[in-house]
Antibody, heavy 121, light 111 residues
Framework: QVQLVQSGAEVKKPGASAKVSCKASGYTFSSYYIHWVRQAPGQGLEWMGVIKPSSGGTNYGQKFQGRVTMTRDMSTSTVNMELSSLRSEDTAVYFC??????????????WGQGTLVTVSS | DIVMTQSPLSLPVTPGEPASISCRSSESLLHNNGYTYLDWYLQKPGQSPHLLISLASDRASGVPDRFSGSGSGTNFTLKISRVEAEDVGVYYCMQALQTVTFGQGTRLEIK
């Protein structure tokens, strides 16, 4: 069955970087885009960007340009999302989600369990 | 960016009664391929969001048929024909025509 399993919670100091991984299984990794979304405490969903695993091509949300890097490791079917220059406002749960075979940008039928990143001095 | 506006933001419903959530986009979500790039998601307390409706009206696999999506252009509606206790959570509309943006969310609670 399709699964997206994310790495564990992290606590980081302001100015540091956080790297969250999303390991895919149960399907052909290269065939589906992976999106990243975050949710600050008590807030709504915010899209961060997307990676196309087959090519490594990315598209980042304007708010995160210059601070976010998404990469993939084909050998382990894993997508990584690294956010740099962390500030307290980056404290959030980060989710990965998978697009569909025909519509890369919507129909996210599979989600990771979420990873809490806490930014605190 | 395309702005998504949901209403109401809070929705108390009696079990067995219908419920309706509106979502409006600042631009038409009709792609030139003829599909409308609008999804609905439900996030139950303490869980990841899950897909209810895609392409404005296509119910996702395993979603009960009491959920339905409708609309076109810039106006969309999610309807629940008879609310059950398990439907509690926050409902989000999401557009994917120009990158991705979400509505603010509508919190459904049981009266």
């Amino acid at each position: 069955q399709v699964q997206l399993v994310q790495s564990g919670a992290e606590v980081k100091k302001p100015g540091a970087s956080a790297k969250v991984s999303c390991k895919a299984s149960g399907y052909t990794f290269s065939s589906y885009y992976i999106h990243w979304v975050r949710q600050a405490p008590g807030q709504g969903l915010e899209w961060m960007g997307v990676i196309k695993p087959s090519s490594g091509g990315t598209n980042y949300g304007q708010k995160f340009q210059g601070r976010v890097t998404m990469t993939r490791d084909m050998s382990t079917s894993t997508v990584n999302m690294e956010l740099s220059s962390l500030r307290s406002e980056d404290t959030a749960v980060y989710f990965c989600a998978r697009g569909t075979e025909y519509f890369d940008w919507l129909g996210w039928g599979y989600w990771g369990q979420g990873t809490l990143v806490t930014v605190s001095s | 960016d395309i702005v998504m506006t949901q209403s109401p933001l809070s929705l108390p419903v009696t079990p067995g009664e219908p419920a309706s959530i509106s979502c409006r986009s600042s631009e038409s979500l009709l792609h030139n391929n003829g599909y409308t790039y609008l999804d609905w998601y439900l996030q139950k307390p303490g869980q990841s969001p899950h897909l209810l409706i895609s392409l404005a009206s296509d119910r996702a696999s395993g979603v009960p048929d009491r959920f339905s999506g409708s609309g076109s252009g810039t106006n969309f509606t999610l309807k629940i024909s008879r609310v059950e206790a398990e439907d509690v959570g926050v409902y989000y509309c999401m557009q994917a025509l120009q990158t991705v943006t979400f509505g603010q969310g509508t919190r459904l609670e049981i009266k």
